[in-house]
């Protein structure tokens, strides 16, 4: 049919223009956070592409959900703004004739979302957790590079070595500040070499001096030394609470604590979203040819953002014990289902007393039919 091709093929222009924009927008964002973290030794900065391809996918259900969502709003409006949408119901069409064509183009791209939510989230979730794990559990030397100061793997400890330092094993100009309950150290020192004891590394500096600060006894302590050995701690920083988010749904159901059930509930109700957002835009659009469609967009965005913002808190209410997973899903989605449902009702009808009030308008006197 005509008028399903035509809006099958617009709503893949509009889709296909609005997701490599959103994806290149994004992408930069995230690879300008990406490279962030990797200057502060989260990751290692060989893997900034990988890790900026592992976030890129967990992240491309929302992408694909947004641009099918625009995709749609930017299509019924066009056809309004043109009138087009006007020729369709004179010729025996409504509003609810475009839910198939829509529902043709779009399912692909919601079993997409819901795969990608409850699959590749997790996965991709779980490498980069296993990157930022593997990184982070080098020890304290090997965390060490010349010219730039470096937090210790328990974070009570920054060091920094001249940039004439020749190889791993051997340092030049030395400063390290160690934070201790109720004491900091700085110590400075000429040289420094690594030494191996009793399967354990220790950092051997000459020729510097140790300063002991104590603000609670509101004493300082400066202590010069030709030797100083120092163990180097290689205890790798413990894991964060987002565990959870590395799971698949198998492991969050099988372990159903709040923090689980959370996250089972938002990465189900990313796929409810889309469906409710597919049939929330079929009703949103109604242009007036004088106004724009800037009211439409606007709209748009509103609703797409306080919704996904609604499904997000959702997690954190089931984590917290406010509300178990069903009356979460049913509270939350079941209401945008009925809204959308009511507003493409709306549509109808006003498109109905349109076509009514054409169909018996009075001809002009001395126009012709």
């Known amino acids: 049919m005509l008028f399903h091709s035509s809006v099958r093929q617009e709503l893949s222009r509009y889709f296909w223009a609005t997701l490599v924009v959103l994806t290149t927008i994004v992408i930069t964002v995230w690879l300008i956070r990406t490279f962030g973290d990797a200057s502060i030794g989260r990751f290692n900065p060989k893997d900034v592409g990988l890790v900026l391809g592992y976030t890129t996918l967990s992240n491309l259900h929302s992408l694909l959900t947004l641009s099918i969502y625009i995709a749609i709003v930017s299509t019924v409006s066009r056809m309004y703004a043109d009138s087009e949408m006007v020729i369709w119901q004179g010729s025996g069409l409504?509003?609810?004739?475009?839910?198939?064509?829509?529902?043709?183009?779009?399912?692909?791209?919601?079993?997409?979302?819901?795969?990608?939510?409850?699959?590749?989230?997790?996965?991709?979730?779980?490498?980069?957790?296993?990157?930022?794990?593997?990184?982070?559990?080098?020890?304290?030397?090997?965390?060490?590079?010349?010219?730039?100061?470096?937090?210790?793997?328990?974070?009570?400890?920054?060091?920094?070595?001249?940039?004439?330092?020749?190889?791993?094993?051997?340092?030049?100009?030395?400063?390290?500040?160690?934070?201790?309950?109720?004491?900091?150290?700085?110590?400075?020192?000429?040289?420094?070499?690594?030494?191996?004891?009793?399967?354990?590394?220790?950092?051997?500096?000459?020729?510097?001096?140790?300063?002991?600060?104590?603000?609670?006894?509101?004493?300082?302590?400066v202590v010069e030394f030709e030797t100083h050995s120092s163990r180097v701690s290689t205890v790798p920083i413990a894991l964060s609470a987002d565990e959870a988010q590395s799971m698949q749904p198998a492991g969050l159901w099988a372990n159903p604590t709040n923090v689980n059930l959370g996250e089972l509930g938002w990465r189900i109700g990313m796929a409810i979203a889309a469906l409710n957002l597919l049939i929330l835009a079929l009703g949103i659009p109604f242009i007036n040819p004088r106004s724009g469609r800037s009211g439409s967009l606007i709209l748009t965005i509103i609703s797409f953002f306080t919704y996904y913002n609604m499904v997000n808190m959702s997690r954190n209410w089931i984590g917290a014990g406010q509300i178990s997973l069903p009356s979460m899903l049913t509270a939350l989605h079941l209401p945008v289902f009925i809204l959308a449902c009511l507003i493409l009702y709306w549509r109808q009808q006003q498109g109905l007393i349109f076509s009514k009030s054409r169909a018996s308008a009075p001809l002009v006197k001395g126009a012709r039919p």
């Open 94 to 221: 409504s509003v609810y004739a475009l839910f198939k064509p829509t529902m043709r183009f779009a399912w692909p791209w919601l079993i997409a979302i819901s795969l990608l939510s409850l699959t590749a989230w997790p996965w991709a979730n779980e490498q980069i957790r296993e990157m930022r794990e593997r990184y982070e559990k080098r020890g304290d030397l090997e965390r060490i590079k010349p010219g730039q100061f470096q937090e210790s793997a328990n974070g009570k400890r920054v060091f920094f070595i001249d940039n004439s330092s020749l190889s791993d094993k051997n340092a030049n100009r030395i400063f390290i500040v160690s934070n201790e309950p109720g004491t900091q150290s700085i110590v400075t020192a000429q040289t420094g070499q690594i030494e191996t004891r009793d399967q354990e590394r220790f950092l051997v500096l000459k020729n510097g001096q140790r300063i002991d600060i104590s603000p609670d006894k509101n004493e300082l302590k």
